[in-house]
């Protein structure tokens, strides 16, 4: 463990005052994250990915009645973000943890929703989450994105936030590597996929329902692709399943066949789709 605190602290925060207030509202508030332009990030693995990604981090909280560990330190050296010792109580209050307060807590900031974050290719494979209701599901798509080579995830819709705590959380920091790009309705998608295409780039959109006309396995992924995930409850909208080129099921066995749990939770399928992905890729590029 580190014994000291690093003196280039620029503030030092014992009771909730205004600043602190603003901080708590990033948890609970869409609308308040989205008018900071930022949002918190909890927990040592996405802090890290945070900071070893170089994302634009705005502070660092810190546990003001706490030695330092050499995480801790290491991430305070490496971040250009205001430097902030925190009362313990009001650590535990922005962690979210009712018992132990965490050593650190970050302040992010929020990019710009451009397309032009999303890399688009011969390989490009993308997912787009119509109106999902949670962002602990949106967080698990976005680290499966980033477990089998995804180059980005679209939100569209009014639903949950991609940089809720939940989302943040559940991504285990594959936010800070995966891009997200949110989007009002399935419009604005498919004028950027029109434009992907017109540029050369074949991109598929495929979407993915328990009454699909295809099963995920049939299907040529090798190509450029983008698969839509329609909500939770709701499945695709009318909209989207109009737009995509195929509709694909995933094939259910066992009770699920013939019981109501006739689907996958829709970060299951997710991830259940995007593997089929890249055992696909991987196959066609043959033995390394």
């Not at 693995?45 to 801790?72: F, M, N």
């Not at 434009?195 to 074949?202: I, K, S």
């Not at 689907?263 to 590029?285: F, G, I, M």
């Amino acid at each position: 463990m580190a014994s000291g605190r690093s003196s280039a602290a620029t503030l030092r925060i014992s009771r909730p005052n205004a600043r602190f207030q603003q901080w708590e509202a990033l948890l609970r508030t869409r609308n308040k994250r989205q008018r900071a332009g930022e949002f918190l990030v909890q927990g040592v693995r996405p802090i890290s990915v945070a900071v070893a990604r170089g994302w634009p981090i705005r502070a660092v909280l810190y546990d003001a009645e706490r030695s330092l560990s050499t995480w801790g330190t290491q991430v305070l050296e490496r971040s250009a973000g205001a430097r902030v010792a925190v009362a313990p109580e009001l650590l535990r209050r922005l962690s979210e943890k009712p018992q132990d307060a965490p050593e650190l807590v970050a302040v992010a900031t929020m990019p710009d929703d451009r397309w032009a974050r999303i890399t688009v290719g011969s390989s490009f494979l993308g997912m787009v989450f119509d109106r999902p209701s949670l962002p602990g599901n949106i967080g698990t798509v976005v680290r499966s994105l980033d477990a089998f080579g995804g180059s980005g995830l679209v939100v569209t819709g009014h639903g949950a936030d991609p940089y809720d705590p939940a989302s943040v959380r559940a991504s285990t920091g594959s936010l800070f590597a995966v891009p997200v790009v949110r989007a009002p309705s399935h419009r604005p998608v498919l004028a950027w996929v029109s434009e992907q295409r017109a540029a050369g780039v074949p991109v598929t959109v495929v979407g993915t329902d328990e009454n699909g006309a295809d099963d995920i396995a049939d299907l040529d992924l090798t190509g450029p692709t983008l698969f839509v995930l329609g909500n939770e409850t709701a499945g695709l909208s009318a909209g989207w399943r109009e737009a995509c080129d195929v509709v694909a099921r995933i094939p259910m066995g066992g009770a699920a066949r013939s019981s109501a749990a006739s689907s996958l939770n829709a970060a299951c399928a997710a991830t259940v789709t995007l593997y089929e992905a890249a055992r696909q890729r991987r196959r066609a590029q043959g033995p390394a």
